[in-house]
């Protein structure tokens, strides 16, 4: 079992549309929570963080963290094709390393 | 500000030859992440300094040479490197190593191996 999980889409969403991103991971004891986008052939850039259970919302993103279900997702609303991208969900896990665990990757299309 | 500033921003070097990239942040940050990427897959971690000391090296072969002179600068240094290392090598830094920190990617290194 991957540690993190992504499904690697492409989801497409109409334009002013909601798209929804998922995350799981293994790791019961992780504690924050990361959602990165990245464009093609660009660093991936942080969006939103999340380190506790609920919803958290910055602008047009929602993060929310559901640690007994072991799933994070993002939300963005009114998706412009700017939004398309790939996001990139990442986990800090526990035993003492606090290493960043990426998953594969969403790749988000917003259609015009 | 958060800005990580990598350079040089595209590298192509030989087989035998010796380069170096260099990766800075004046954010106070004193974790630095040294990630490599290759098309189509996540980052995937190579080495992790917290305080300049090195922490974690994730079993990189030893032609990739981790440095952290201050706690601003992190390099990476490139001996022997073979075609299938030719990858995004993206550096990061975080406030510390701890849980609940942030990273802040820079805009990578292209580098290709030929």
């Known amino acids: 079992q991957k540690e993190v999980e992504q499904n690697s889409g492409p989801l497409s969403v109409p334009e002013g549309a909601i798209a929804s991103l998922n995350c799981t991971y293994s790791?019961?004891?992780?504690?924050?929570f990361f959602w990165y986008r990245q464009y093609s052939g660009k660093s991936p850039e942080l969006i939103m963080f999340?380190?506790?259970?609920g919803d958290k919302e910055d602008g047009r993103f929602t993060a929310q963290l559901n640690k007994a279900s072991q799933y994070v997702s993002l939300l963005i609303r009114d998706s412009q094709p700017s939004d398309s991208a790939t996001y990139l969900c990442?986990?800090?896990?526990?035993?003492?390393?606090?290493?960043?665990?990426f998953g594969t990757g969403t790749r988000l299309k917003v259609l015009a | 500000d958060t800005e990580v500033t990598q350079t040089p921003k595209h590298l192509v070097m030989g087989m035998t030859n010796k380069k170096s990239l260099k990766c800075e942040q004046h954010?106070?940050?004193?974790?630095m992440y040294w990630y490599k990427q290759k098309a189509k897959k996540p980052p995937e971690l190579m080495f992790v300094?917290?305080?300049?000391?090195?922490?974690i090296n994730e079993s990189v072969p030893s032609r990739f040479s981790p440095e952290c002179p201050n706690s601003s600068l992190l390099n990476l240094h490139l001996h022997a490197l073979q075609p299938e290392d030719s990858a995004l090598y993206l550096c990061?830094?975080?406030?510390?190593?701890?849980?609940?920190?942030?990273?802040?990617f820079g805009q990578g290194t292209r580098l290709t191996v030929v």
């Open positions: 990061a830094s975080s406030n510390r190593q701890g849980a609940n920190t942030e990273a802040f």
């Open positions: 790791d019961r004891g992780s504690q924050s």
């Open positions: 999340i380190y506790s259970n």
């Open positions: 990442a986990v800090k896990g526990t035993s003492g390393t606090y290493k960043y665990i």
């Open positions: 954010m106070g940050h004193r974790a």
């Open positions: 300094y917290s305080y300049e000391k090195l922490s």
